[in-house]
């Protein structure tokens, strides 16, 4: 489903993000990529979106070459696809039922959709409570569920979520973990990244180890080796 | 097609009222440029009654020898009527400048005893003339003293005053000309100014947006689906500032009259008739026309700043 190709990323300083990485996702896999900050992570999610261009090798979506896509076709493939971010990136002046509406609206589903699907979906993530509220009424843990919803509620191909624990509590990342192991059982593509070693041992499943922008281990059953 | 339209105005709109404070910041900066604009067309327009007034002081009299008869004054008349630079030609009779003379001096009983004493109406006929523009009075003369004679081949005009307005005249064919392309290029420059600083702002906005913006493309919205929205704000922010602006401006017309009157030192509204009125009776036969340049001014400002600023962050 996803095929990374040799992969480099060399940013401007010299930097290099990612050191010719080479792997293939598999449809309903559940992948965790691990690694300390700065390993490359981020940048390889961004690679998949195509928030980022690599400097060297290609990215397939499928058999697409996610970077060589024009705006119509990038924007199709980014509507197959669910991402979720550490910080969030929720829209600070919409309620959480329209962050996730919007989402939808983006995508061309009808009014009566969004008016069924939007309060169904935020009470798969247990926030049927906190529909009309702004992000800032909300607690971290809070802000990912509505995040998870709006990446889910498209029902996408894959989801992505880039250390969407990372700014959350023990108890909240357990209950954020179970949600996309959830989603994965419907038959959803899953790739999350991690340095959390918990997060890894709860999951279980298929583990890219990163080390400096190179993958150093791909095991198929979860193990946190660093 | 109508469903996606109405998504991307409702947005605009929500956008506009919840971020309040920075729309209202916006509709304060427009305002501010749109009034700068409105103070150029209030600007132009007194100069251009200025000028007008200005002009109309001006002219030519031609004074005839007395015993030129009528047809021979009539036939330079209609001579110099003809020609495409005199605006208007008014005839004046030997005994119309009489009467007019009695009618101004009738209190004055020195002077009516003096006009007895003379005993026959010392007064020649004259041809007032005014040309389109100052400039063409030079013209107009040259060609009057080539008409200096009647059928029968007798000098009949004594003198022409073009002479002794030569110089206004030739000052005014100089300054006017001058100070309309001074005033234009100052109102040009202004126009500029009011723009890059309306930009700017709009800018500033469009730049706490910028995570929104990143957040839409990645869930996959197209680019007219992100922009519009905000170009919608950004109208809307050109709408509240013209309406404000024209609050503004017809305040200032409305009350300006009096200002001026004052700061000018005039006592008497008769002493100075071009300063009467000339803002509120402009606003007022002009409105429409200022209505539409001011609104559609904040309108276009708004909604292509807001298109243009939010460009650089569809690069995701």
Known sequence: MIYFDKVSKIYPDESMALDKVSFTVEPAEFVTIVGHSGAGKTTLMKMIIAEDKPTYGSVFFESANVHKLGKGQMNKLRRRIGTVFQDFRLIANKTAYENIAFAMEAVGRTDSEIKSDVPHVLELVDLGNKIWNFPHELSGGEKQRVAIARAIVTQPDIIMADEPTGNLDPVNTLEIIKIFQKIHKLGTTVILTTHDKSVVDEIGGRVITMEKGKVIRDDKHGKYVL | ?316
């Open chain 2, 1 to 316: 097609m109508f469903t996606y339209f109405k998504r991307i105005i409702r947005t605009g709109f929500i956008n506009f009222w919840r971020n309040g404070f920075l729309s209202f910041s916006a509709v304060i900066v427009i305002t501010l440029s749109l009034t700068v604009f409105g103070a150029l067309i209030f600007g132009s327009a007194f100069g251009r009654a200025l000028i007008k007034a200005v002009k109309n002081k001006v002219d030519i009299n031609v004074y005839f020898t007395l015993d030129t008869q009528e047809s021979d004054i009539f036939s330079l008349r209609k001579t110099i009527e003809a020609l495409p630079e005199v605006l208007k030609v008014e005839y004046i009779s030997r005994d119309q400048a009489l009467t007019d003379f009695k009618t101004k001096w009738q209190d004055n009983a020195l002077i009516m005893q003096g006009l007895d004493e003379i005993g026959s109406n010392p007064f020649p006929a004259v041809l007032n003339i005014k040309a389109k523009e100052p400039s063409q009075y030079a013209g107009i003369a040259t060609f009057l003293n080539g008409k200096n004679s009647s059928q029968n081949g007798t000098d009949i005009i004594d003198k022409i005053n073009y002479n002794q307005n030569k110089l206004i005249i030739d000052r005014l064919g100089r300054i006017i000309p001058a100070v309309e392309k001074t005033g234009s290029i100052i109102a040009i420059l202004f126009v500029i100014v009011a723009i890059v600083i309306v930009f700017n702002t709009v800018r500033l906005i469009i730049f706490t947006a910028k995570d929104e913006i990143s957040v839409m493309k990645l869930v996959g919205a197209s680019n007219i689906y992100i922009r519009g929205p905000f170009v919608i704000s950004g109208a809307m922010y050109g709408i509240f500032s013209g309406i404000l602006t024209l609050i503004i401006l017809g305040a200032f017309a409305f009350y300006s009259d009096a200002m001026i009157m004052k700061f000018a030192g005039i006592q008497n509204v008769n002493d100075f008739p071009i300063l009467t009125n000339v803002f509120s009776s402009y606003f007022l036969q002009n409105f429409g026309q200022i209505f539409g340049i001011i609104m559609g001014s904040g309108i276009i400002l708004g909604a292509i700043s807001s298109y243009m600023a939010v460009k650089r962050y569809l690069r995701v």
